[in-house]
């Protein structure tokens, strides 16, 4: 869909968001909390039709932000305007991090929430396989090698 | 020098490893078993199984995934046979050196099972197809 | 006694054992440079074969864990016997030709079936999973060329039953003597023949059980050290055996009696490994169904056909159907 309609479509979820923002021409950002994140990810896939591309985690804090929680960020892109949508949901719990999966409808994200569980320790619920991927069989349960705390 | 010894020298067998590599090495060479620089005038033939090898052509830095599986790999290589690091992070861990999931570099992994293990180095991020022809050629002309 | 002595010497000198043996490294050799120069490029120094096998025989012998020992060890020791009695058995019918039996031709036929079942039957001793896919590609393909193969034999046996004296139809020595290529059952005949002989050899586009590749050596993907070696030396043997037996079958034989003759027989043999290597350096390798339909479809029609003209021919007495 063309940008202008891309835009105006987003606006139907804005009580959902915290901000939205157009970085550049094909670049938008929006941002959100924890408990919204299965609805506004469900909406952006199966109601606009947007492309999944992939899904990062990181371990965030100053200066992006004033304080330090996780952040999960889900990579949409849409075919015939070429924008990319960025929907970063942040995770406020520091001890017990936990937020809904999106593999029930959108079953690419499996292997991805696998990963970042067993590197930066959040959990998926109502994820169908949240066995361990990357790390050997051998590590340490309980350390999670990207977080901030754990240096070599 | 014994007659295996000569023989050796004379058709060494590789097997290709790649544990855990960025894959650069790997296409350096498997560019370097192409006709263009015919490593088969010095007996040199890719073999797709380790129990038939002489030489391991190691590549990347040995992630904690990788290592026992690449220590498996060089017990089921017949004696005698040579071990090549290739590249930097095989080497001496590279960019890795912090790494948190590295089990070190490939001599360290080896020595663990077997610490008269013959091992010969090609450093180069990648090397250059020459440089690991010379690095076995070197190696094979040492033993 | 020394009769006993005699044929000793036969079987493991001249022409048995240690004759095929170099003279099929050495046409390894031969096919090694062929495809370095077909490719543009410098190939393997002349000894490379020889030392390839030296070198195995230096290595230790590993045994995986699962194996079931004895059939392991002795499957490539069968197949070398077999191959070596073949070849005592067809360097003395070119070299004397009076002193063989009748029915030779069977015996060879089963002998030359012989290497394939013993890959069959060490390759499924490994006890590993790798292997076990390849021991099946190898028993489809077995089933798929042998028919077509014994097919093309039996043209020939059509094509010179008339010709030869009574009783000695089956005799090697005595069709050894005509050439069937020359007409145009023989011709059909000869050429589904050689693309047998291409899938027993193991080459590409047949080389569906060793694929390098994709199997990791397949079949002999467990065999190390002395074991590989005998492999290996089997199959030199049968590079020199099985284009020795089309020459005989088809190509009208060895002329050991003068040079002219001798020096024909080589050209002959050289022919048919320099197709061979041709038909190997430029196909790419076959998946095993594709073989099979070309096996069972294309040459079995191709036999039939030149089944049916071989016995018109016979039956009327036209020498070039």
């Known amino acids: 869909m063309k940008l202008q309609e891309l835009l105006n479509r987003l606006s139907e979820i804005k009580d959902k968001l915290t901000k939205i923002e157009q970085a550049s021409e094909k670049r938008i950002y929006l941002y959100c909390e924890a408990e919204n994140s299965y609805a506004v990810n469900k909406f952006l896939f199966e109601d606009l039709g947007l492309r999944f591309v992939i899904e990062t985690g990181i371990d965030s804090g100053p200066p992006f932000n004033p304080i330090d929680c996780f952040e999960i960020i889900y990579h949409y892109s849409d075919d015939e305007s070429g924008c990319v949508v960025n929907l970063k949901v942040f995770i406020r719990d520091r001890e017990k991090p936990a937020i809904e999966s999106i593999t029930p409808f959108l079953p690419a994200a499996e292997w991805k929430e696998r990963e970042i569980h067993d590197i930066l320790g959040i959990d998926f619920k109502n994820h169908p396989n949240l066995k361990r991927l990357i790390l050997s069989d051998d590590w340490p349960e309980g350390v999670y090698p990207l977080r901030k705390e754990v240096k070599k | 020098m014994s007659w295996k010894i000569w023989s050796l020298k004379k058709s060494p067998w590789v097997f290709h490893v790649n544990t855990g590599a960025c894959n650069n090495c790997d296409i350096e060479i498997v560019g370097l078993l192409t006709p263009k620089f015919d490593v088969e005038r010095f007996g040199i033939k890719l073999v797709g199984s380790p129990r038939h090898a002489d030489a391991l052509l190691v590549t990347g830095v040995v992630t904690a995934q990788a290592a026992p599986r690449l220590r498996e790999i060089y017990r089921q290589t017949p004696k005698p046979c040579v071990v090549f690091a290739i590249g930097a992070c095989a080497c001496e861990k590279g960019v890795f050196t912090n790494g948190y999931h590295v089990a070190g570099p490939v001599d360290k992994v080896i020595k663990e099972i077997d610490p008269d293990a013959i091992i010969a180095y090609v450093p180069g991020c990648p090397p250059k197809p020459e440089a690991i022809i010379s690095g076995v050629v070197k190696a094979l002309s040492a033993l | ?321």
Request: hydrophobic fraction near 60%; proline fraction near 5%; aromatic fraction near 10%.
């Open chain 3, 1 to 321: 006694m020394t009769e006993a002595l005699q044929n000793l010497f036969w079987v493991v000198v001249f022409p048995g054992f240690l004759f095929t043996c170099f003279a099929g490294l050495l046409v390894c050799w031969v096919v090694r440079k062929v495809s370095a120069l077909v490719q543009w490029r410098v190939g393997p120094p002349l000894y490379q074969p020889f030392v390839d096998v030296v070198k195995l025989m230096g290595k230790e012998i590993l045994i995986p864990a699962e194996a079931q020992r004895t059939v392991f060890m002795m499957a490539p020791i069968v197949s070398l016997a077999a191959v070596g009695l073949l070849a005592t058995m067809l360097w003395r019918i070119t070299i004397a030709p009076k002193a063989l039996f009748v029915g030779d031709i069977v015996v060879a036929i089963y002998l030359m079936i012989l290497p394939s079942l013993g890959l069959i039957l060490g390759s499924s001793a490994s006890g590993s999973p790798h292997a076990s896919v390849g021991t099946g590609r190898e028993m489809k393909l077995v089933i798929s060329y042998e028919l077509p193969l014994v097919l093309a034999f039996v043209v020939v046996v059509i094509k010179t039953a008339g010709l030869v004296g009574p009783g000695q139809q089956l005799s090697l020595a005595a069709i050894a003597q005509y050439k069937p290529v020359l007409s145009i059952s023989g011709m059909l005949a000869f050429l589904v023949a050689l693309l047998c002989i291409q899938a027993k050899l193991g080459f590409v586009p047949f080389d569906i059980a060793e694929a390098e590749t994709e199997l990791a050596s397949g079949v002999l993907m467990e065999y190390s050290g002395a074991l590989l070696g005998i492999w290996k030396l089997t199959q030199a043997m049968m590079l020199v055996v099985l284009p020795l037996f089309l020459v005989m079958v088809f190509l009208g034989g060895f002329g050991v009696s003068q040079w002219s003759g001798l020096l024909a027989g080589v050209g002959k043999y050289l022919l048919i490994v320099v197709i061979l290597i041709l038909i190997k350096n430029t196909n790419p390798r076959m998946r095993i169904d594709q073989a099979m339909k070309f096996f069972w479809v294309y040459c079995g029609i191709t036999l039939a056909v030149a089944v049916v003209l071989a016995m018109i021919g016979n039956n009327y007495g036209i020498g070039w159907l």
